[in-house]
């Protein structure tokens, strides 16, 4: 299923609701959240998927890291999780899974998180990834709306992990940009998120399936605002122009692309292959905070001084046209 598919699939079904589910599905946030006092929610999320990497360590840990980004977009700070396995054990060695294994345990030690249990299944095709549970104080959580006229969008981490990792499939890829990419999706999104608490932010949520046009597009919200996008400001991955403009672009970036283009002006004046790259598909993406103008300056600053080298501010919110991103 990709991304959205389950959204789909439970519309109009009849939703359980109850007075303490501060976020739930109907919001299409990063991470539910349910209040179990009034100075402290969960925040729940999960996430898995088929390896996009050769070597079972690093795929632990970039699944791990993955997984745990969606507990550091709504704000929280994630304090369990438990492993979520598809594992052909007819085919496949046992020890490629405590590889896999080993990758997200590393991961959880390095975010302070403890994992308290999991579920594994036979399935032909291998599948990993985590069930997260993060805390939150009701007041501090951040959605994906929310901005407002004026914020300035901050971006994390560059560009263009689908489009790498489809020219890493093909024999394409440049073992530099691989390792580079391989190293960025492993970046736990846990110091932005650090440096974000210092701050007011208006919103937030991480660049992962839909690409960033597809999660700028959700931070429009109920369209009342718009979003001017400076092309020059997004940090891209080495490679991954080269790479879209030999075609090597990830079928979801093309699904993103139908699907969001008509709340999308500007693509006229956007070259071909960097316009696949707005809408790839990203694995482990960086943070989108949205944050007043005269802060924004302040936390790039900070988040460069944490080692957050290639965050950015990409873009502006904007009072017209609404329900819209405009490329410049
Ligand atoms: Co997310
Ligand atoms: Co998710
Ligand atoms: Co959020």
Redesign the pocket.
């Known amino acids: 299923m990709g991304p959205g598919d389950l959204d789909r699939a439970l519309c109009g079904l009849p939703l359980t609701t109850h007075p303490n589910l501060l976020v739930g599905i109907e919001r299409a ?2 991470a539910g959240v349910y209040k179990v006092r009034d100075d402290l929610a969960l925040v729940q999320t999960v996430d898995f998927f088929t390896p996009i990497v050769d070597d079972p360590y690093t795929f632990g840990q970039i699944a791990a890291a993955n997984a745990l980004s969606d507990v550091y ?3 929280g700070t994630p304090i369990t999780a438990m492993n979520l396995v598809a594992f052909p054990i007819q085919s496949m060695g046992i020890e490629v899974l405590r590889a896999i294994l080993r990758g997200g345990l590393d991961k959880m030690r390095e975010a302070e998180v403890v994992l308290v249990g999991g579920h594994s299944v036979e399935d032909q095709e291998l599948k990993y990834g985590l069930a997260v549970t993060g805390l939150i104080h009701p007041d501090a959580i ?3 709306t929310g901005a407002q006229v004026g914020n300035r969008i901050i971006l994390t981490k560059p560009l263009g992990t689908g489009i790498i990792n489809t020219a890493q499939k093909g024999g394409m890829a440049s073992s530099e940009a691989v390792q580079r990419t391989v190293e960025l999706m492993a970046t736990l999104n846990r110091r932005a998120a650090e440096v974000m608490r210092g701050f007011h932010v208006h ?3 991480d660049v992962t399936g839909f690409g960033l046009l597809g999660h700028l597009c959700e931070m429009l919200g109920d369209g009342k605002i718009g979003i001017k996008i400076s092309l020059d400001a997004i940090p891209i991955l080495p490679k991954a122009e080269e790479y879209a403009s030999m075609g090597l672009v990830p079928g979801g970036a093309l699904r993103n692309r139908e699907f969001y283009a008509p709340k999308v002006k500007g693509a006229n004046i956007c070259p071909p292959s960097l316009l696949d790259i707005l809408y790839d598909p990203q694995t482990s993406g960086g943070l989108l905070i949205a944050v007043p103008e005269e802060d924004a300056a302040d936390i790039l600053r900070f988040l460069q001084e944490v080692g957050i080298k290639d965050a950015r501010i990409i873009a502006e919110i904007i009072a017209k046209p609404k329900g819209r991103l405009v490329l410049v």
């Open positions: 946030d990063d977009a709504m704000g951040l959605t994906n919103a937030c949520t």
